[in-house]
């Protein structure tokens, strides 16, 4: 981080002496490992690979620029309220590792942890989150059930007399919230930029240099670039990339939209999410309301979305806070979704040696950044699953081993 002697010395002399983050190096012809994508997930992954098991001849090779994916177009919540064993406690590592990012990477990533409060309107309902809240104490995380007059006192805008679904109570994570997600993005990308690795944008993949069943690199757009070891980390992309490598994945590509409000006095205390429906909702610091829903549901590799989905947002917003219907939308964007048949992510070797896979994050991938950059380095560097991940296996489906978190089936667009 920057003392604040020194903002004020460059605040007071035109800005002119600061450094970029991280340098812009031309790609060499060799390295010790490849990673493919930019994201957040692909700069921890490089970022834990030199801190945690000192492999710093790396290159991360991003087709854009850094934050354009789905790092910088997420609505930057983080929990680890997961039910499933194959889950839990992979999610429960992120947020201790979230909680000790900023003094990790010596970066202000603003982590705000606000709480995360999810509804629930039914008997039915609050049994399934009773029975959530209690594996999620058993793996170590917090949790607590609030009845709807608690929830009252907190939010007492919500809908609690005529709504169509009423608010019953809720399931709260305290120690969840939001991250700044480009803050995230840069702060992987300096520190890791620091340790050695070197970061090339507007570097696409476009090939894989294949021999005898073993990947010994990659073609981009600036050349031919060879390692020992290639590991795709390209989230929304993973279907394409994969397939150049001749492999076909259980991930298909949809596009997830958030909105943006004009500013408002602060009044929304942390996340709230809508049990009956799919919205959430969260206020930035310059008073916005960040909210979201469903994926549009088709195929697409576009990163924009259409009005009907905005129309159901809105509907579900509407449906627990009427209030938010004065609120005018100032923003909306997409990002492409890499959506798992059963919802959960891939963090696993392929069948080509020398070629590893991290992808399948559907639309919380987010909160998973630090934990899937340190389980991927682990198994990149020692060729063992870390044992928080070593369910995210790629054959999976093979043996009836789905993580079905939200019990959907495979069903993709539902997860
Ligand atoms: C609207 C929206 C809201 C979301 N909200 C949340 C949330 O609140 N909480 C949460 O946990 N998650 C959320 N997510 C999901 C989360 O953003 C993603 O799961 C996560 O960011 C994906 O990992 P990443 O950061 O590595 O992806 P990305 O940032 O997309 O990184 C992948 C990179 O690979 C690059 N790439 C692709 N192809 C190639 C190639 N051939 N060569 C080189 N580079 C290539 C891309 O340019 C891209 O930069 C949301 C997503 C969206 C779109």
Known sequence: MHSALRIIKEGLTGNKGWKPAWRKPDPRTQYDVI????????LATAYYLAKEHGITNIAVLEKGWLGGGNIGRNTTIIRSNYLLPGNQPFYELS????????????YNAMISQRGVLNLFHSDGQRDAFVRRGNAMRLSGADAQILDAAAIRDICPYLDYDNARFPIKGGIRQPRGGTVRHDAVAWGYARAADRRGVDIIENCEVTGFIMENGHCLGVETTRGT??????AACVAGSSSKVMAMAGQRLPIESHVLQAF???????????????????FYVSQSDKGGLVFGGDIDGYNSYAQRGNLPVLHDVCEGGMAIMPMIGRARVLRMWGGIMDMSMDGSPFIDKTQTDGLFFNGGWCYGGFK???????????????????????NYRLDRFLGGAAIDEKGQGAQPNLH
Not at 225 to 230: D, G, L, N, S, V
Not at 368 to 390: D, K, M, N
């Open 35 to 42: 990673i493919i994508g930019g994201g957040g997930h692909g």
């Open 225 to 230: 670039i060879r390692a020992a070891k290639t």
């Open 368 to 390: 998973a950044t630090p934990a899937s950059g340190f389980c991927y380095a682990h198994l990149i560097a020692t060729g063992r699953p870390h044992e928080v991940a070593q």
């Open 260 to 278: 943006v409000s004009e500013g408002l006095k602060p009044i929304i205390p942390g996340v709230i999410t809508f049990g009956a429906g799919h």
């Open 95 to 106: 947020m201790k590792l979230w909680e000790g990012l900023e003094q990790d990477f010596n």
